[in-house]
């Protein structure tokens, strides 16, 4: 049986510290920095990728974005393979290929591809977004309602990795290898993880949110050749410091571009904190960055295993999926390896 990570047998990433049982991964959505070249936070994925590879994280996954001026991951594939070239051991994929976007055959015959060379590493993260604007949907050639067929397409992707089409068409080589697959959302996206017996990861900053997905996900949860059992994966932005207020302002760029994308339409660059703090914001948009920050779960050591020791107990949560991004790159590396200490989790080197 296939599990979530690959062979059932638990991984030596599970965590052993403050948090045992919990595995804990790393989401990067290659966060452009305000004043820096596109290409650089390409590179920084792929050092991050490696940085995590040797705290002993399980996971490592990218994003798909198109046309957002903050993101520069607009291509998951062909980033997970830099990714997976670059590191050794590190489970490898998407958070998520936006099933929608794309045929499900290409899908398949990418991460295929994946599989083929480097067996036993890559992970199929799947969503139903469609692109973030009207230009880009017409762009791609999908409109919103696209993602109202996510269900179909996800079982039409699943369907290759088990052999032919009802066409004929066979995904080559996915038709000869199985990875494995976790839908990404909340709401009626749980249901379609439980229906098709996928892991869920499930994110926001709504708690209350968090916990009624896992609990609709494990009750209505069926068991297939793809998981025998639910698995929840618990996404989300985590920042540690020395103290609350570094570790809190470590969020404040992120947390701003989301309220400068909910107040102007456009998601930017990050910011430096200190340009951040020192901008006179209009109420509404004021409002929308604190309640981001709030929505992260940020402190010292102490706090955060409080703070996200009840989320996981809340949610059930078999896995930590950490989205942190950050302006300031030596505070968010700081970030990971105080929080790769604090899970106990063992450096490659250590193995």
């Known amino acids: 049986m296939i599990g979530p990570s690959g062979p059932v047998p638990p991984s030596p ?71 997976a070239s670059a590191t050794a051991r590190i489970r490898v994929g998407t958070g998520g290929v936006m099933l929608p976007n794309h045929q499900p055959l290409v899908v ?50 699943l369907g290759y990795f088990e052999g032919p089409a009802a066409s004929g068409v066979r995904a080559r080589p996915a038709d000869a290898v199985r990875v494995p697959a976790f839908v990404l959302a909340t709401g009626a996206g749980a249901r379609t993880a439980a229906a098709a017996g996928l892991p869920l990861v499930i994110g926001g900053p709504r708690r209350e949110k968090l916990v009624r997905a896992a609990r609709t996900y494990r009750e209505e949860f069926r068991p297939g050749p793809w998981a025998a059992d ?38 930017p660059p990050l910011a430096p904190a200190a340009r951040i703090e020192a901008m006179d914001l209009p109420e509404r948009q004021r409002g929308l960055l604190e309640s981001g920050l709030d929505g992260g779960v940020s402190g010292t050591e102490e706090q955060v295993t409080e703070r996200l020791g009840g989320l996981i ?19 968010l590396l700081d970030s990971y390896r105080r929080l790769a200490r604090l899970a106990g989790l063992v450096p490659s080197g250590a193995r």
Do not use: C, N
Request: hydrophobic fraction near 40%; glycine fraction near 12%.
């Open 13 to 83: 990433a599970t965590g052993a510290g403050a948090f045992p049982g919990v595995r804990f991964s790393v989401l990067d959505r290659s966060r452009v920095r305000e004043g820096r070249p596109v290409g650089e936070a390409l590179r920084e994925t792929v050092a991050l990728a490696r940085e995590s590879e040797r705290l002993g994280y399980h996971r490592f996954w990218v994003s798909e974005h198109h046309g957002v001026p903050g993101v520069a991951g607009s291509a998951p594939a062909v980033l997970a393979a830099a990714v």
């Open 108 to 157: 398949a015959e990418q991460f295929g591809v994946l599989e083929s060379l480097f067996p036993g590493r890559i992970d199929m993260g799947l969503g139903r977004s469609v692109g973030f604007t009207d230009g880009v949907r017409r762009a791609l050639g999908r409109g919103k309602d696209e993602a109202d067929a996510f269900p179909e397409r996800l079982a039409e992707l």
């Open 230 to 267: 639910p698995y929840v994966v618990v996404s989300g932005e985590v920042a540690l410091a020395p103290d609350e207020r570094a570790a809190r302002r470590l969020l404040l760029p992120e947390a701003w571009a989301m309220s400068h994308a909910r107040t102007h339409g456009t998601f």
């Open 313 to 331: 107990e809340a949610t059930g949560a078999q896995e930590v999926l950490v989205t942190t991004s950050t302006y300031d790159r030596a505070g």
